[in-house]
């Protein structure tokens, strides 16, 4: 807009007049970002209609009024990285690549104060390398721009990064955080950071008071678990070798934190995955002779990543024959749980296990696999996703290779397992059954007639069956994505103990997962119906039944399927007492109908089909 063109709106909206700079900004050219339309370019100003003629993203030459777009619409610097991307492309591809920690010191650079929150800088970034590609190219970027001493980076999200005036150092950024803080866990992370950043002797001088104070955290903080106190001691060992401290002058020492064997697994479900190898190493020296018993307790009742590091550590101190005896064992006594499970299903075919596992894979890990997810399902509090089942649906070759050794009726006991089993959804089921019937035909009439009498099947007209197949599709390509996305908008908003808008989230996820189970289960049974079976010798699904009523009236009521009710036009489902009720029943004949705590009489007059 031009000088007279701003004039013009002044004198027709004076309220507008503190915004006088923005809509001088408004110019042929200029780059925008609009609260709905998001990245464009305005190309022109039309006199005739006082109008902003923009460019967006899908929608080219889109009118706008300058004043309504004063508070919807921000005009860009140019050098924003976003309007860098439309102006010099082959430089922002080049940091991109090459320079992520430059590109964020030129993003920063941009706004007025230097500064800008982590959420919106991510979502800028994002913009700017494409949403695909942002997510493993952030994570890099986040640990070089940690090291840049230009650049401030936040603990939170909903906090800045901030371009300093003057450049400091990591360690001399860490130090003091680390004075900043009185949290021992805090302390503890921190010194770990520190001693990492200080590979450098200007930083030695404060290495003996960090030091003093991770080490002070660790023998007298009461917020420290046996998990973190035991971390803690292990930072602080690393940090005197680097300080060149004898280790053996503190306490409590790491030997007497893993002393006694009670405390081991409860230390072991919480130690951070980069110490869980140290962790065994330490059993090991600390409890030599019984170090073999302890790491098959641990493996026994293990998890995630702890579960490989305990199996690793086995087999590279010499005991493959005792844990493949051992996991035999524990198959034929049920104890097998679901992470041993995952780890053996994952690693049957590598060059390093697959001859210790070879024995394992049978029909009965199968079912042990079977019992894990069972139970898994009944404990799980929300819908969260089994991994066990996760594999057992995504490799398409492990039930294949569980049942080579199975006979027929093995492999029917575990089909019908299967379609008992709580954790997996209807469609799932149906799914992992083809693979059975692929080497095992007749199971099909066996789960077939089994599955009948474990759930009978509905009848519903086709109209109906389409309602709830359409509400399915909504839920599964609409709500759920939805509500994924503003679970991980509420997650980049802080503290989730604190954060009302995750748990509300979370809670709808709970509800929409619930919903899409049951509509799966239904689905699977309705069987669609055209109603012309129906006769006029008896009541049955698609009659249109004349009765008299308990007071005399005279009533006519349509008999269809499970999901046709409609009770404003007296259409009835024939699972309804009072439907149910009427079925097979002829002309002439008197029916009781039991509501609640009262029970009412209709006689059938006449019936007809419906049409």
Not at 24 to 35: D, L
Not at 523 to 535: P, V, Y
């Amino acid at each position: 807009m031009n000088s007279e063109a701003v004039s013009a709106l002044l004198d027709k909206n004076p309220a507008l007049k503190a915004s006088k700079p923005k809509l001088e900004a408004m110019k042929p050219g200029a780059y925008v970002v609009h609260r709905s339309w998001g990245f464009g370019q305005i190309k022109s100003f039309d006199d005739t209609t006082l109008k902003l003629v923009i460019d967006f993203k899908g929608k080219k030459s889109h009118s706008m009024d300058p004043a309504f777009c004063v508070g919807t619409m921000d005009v860009l610097p140019d050098n924003h990285l976003l309007v860098r991307k439309e102006t010099e492309p082959k430089k922002i591809l080049e940091l991109i690549a090459e320079n992520p920690a430059q590109l964020i010191v030129e993003a920063l650079e941009s706004y007025p104060n230097r500064a800008t929150t982590a959420i919106d800088l991510e979502i800028t970034l994002s913009q700017v390398i494409g949403e695909e590609k942002f997510k493993k190219w952030w994570a890099d970027a986040r640990k070089a721009v940690a090291k840049d001493p230009r650049v401030s980076v936040p603990e939170k999200k909903t906090e800045c990064y901030i371009l300093r005036e003057t450049p400091v150092s990591a360690e001399d950024e860490i130090f003091d955080q680390f004075n900043s803080t009185r949290s021992a866990r805090r302390r503890i992370s921190l010194a770990e950071d520190f001693a990492a950043a200080s590979a450098h002797k200007a930083a030695q001088a404060t290495l003996t008071e960090v030091l003093k104070g991770v080490a002070d955290a660790v023998k007298d903080s009461n917020q420290l678990d046996a998990a973190e106190r035991l971390y803690g001691a292990a930072v602080r060992d690393r940090i005197a070798k680097v300080a060149g401290v004898d280790a053996a002058t503190f306490e409590p020492s790491q030997a007497s934190l893993v002393g006694n064997l009670r405390d081991l697994p409860a230390i072991a479900e919480k130690i951070p995955v980069q110490f869980q190898s140290h962790f065994l190493e330490l059993i090991k020296d600390t409890h030599p002779i019984e170090c073999r018993d302890i790491v098959f307790n641990l493996l026994k009742v293990s998890q995630g990543k702890f579960t490989t590091e305990c199996i690793n550590f086995l087999v590279e101190n010499g005991y493959s024959e005792d844990l493949a005896s051992t996991l035999k064992r524990w198959q034929t006594e049920q104890n097998l749980r679901a992470p041993v499970l995952l780890w053996i299903v994952k690693n049957r075919h590598s060059k390093k296990f697959a001859k210790l596992l070879n024995d394992l894979i049978t029909p009965r890990l199968l079912s042990a696999i079977f019992f894990a997810i069972d139970y898994e399902a009944l404990q799980a509090a929300s819908a969260r996703r089994i991994p066990l089942g996760d594999i057992l649906s995504d490799d398409t070759e492990l039930i294949a290779d569980l049942l080579s050794t199975a006979d027929p009726e093995t492999a029917r006991d575990l089909a019908n397992t299967l379609l008992l089993n709580q954790g997996f959804e209807e469609l799932t089921k149906k799914s992992l059954l083809a693979r059975f019937i692929k080497i095992f035909p007749n199971i099909q009439s066996l789960v077939a007639s089994e599955a009948e009498g474990k759930e009978d099947q509905f009848l519903v007209s086709r109209e109906s069956f389409e309602r709830k197949r359409a509400e399915y599709e909504t839920i599964v390509s609409k709500k759920i994505p939805e509500n994924s996305k503003a679970i991980a908008t509420a997650r980049e908003h802080g503290d989730l103990k604190e954060n009302s808008e995750y748990k509300m989230a979370k809670q709808d996820q709970q509800v929409l997962m619930a919903q899409k189970s049951q509509l799966e289960r239904e689905l699977a049974r309705a069987r669609i119906t055209d109603f012309k079976d129906a006769t006029v010798d008896q009541v049955s699904v698609g009659s249109v039944v004349a009765v008299k009523g308990p007071d005399g009236s005279a009533l006519t009521y349509t008999i269809l399927g499970v999901w046709d009710g409609d009770p404003d036009r007296h259409v009835v489902s024939y699972k309804t007492p009072l439907g149910a009720a009427l079925m097979g029943k002829r002309a002439g004949d008197a029916v009781k109908v039991k509501t609640g705590t009262s029970e009412d009489t209709y006689s059938i007059v006449s019936i007809a089909r419906y049409v």
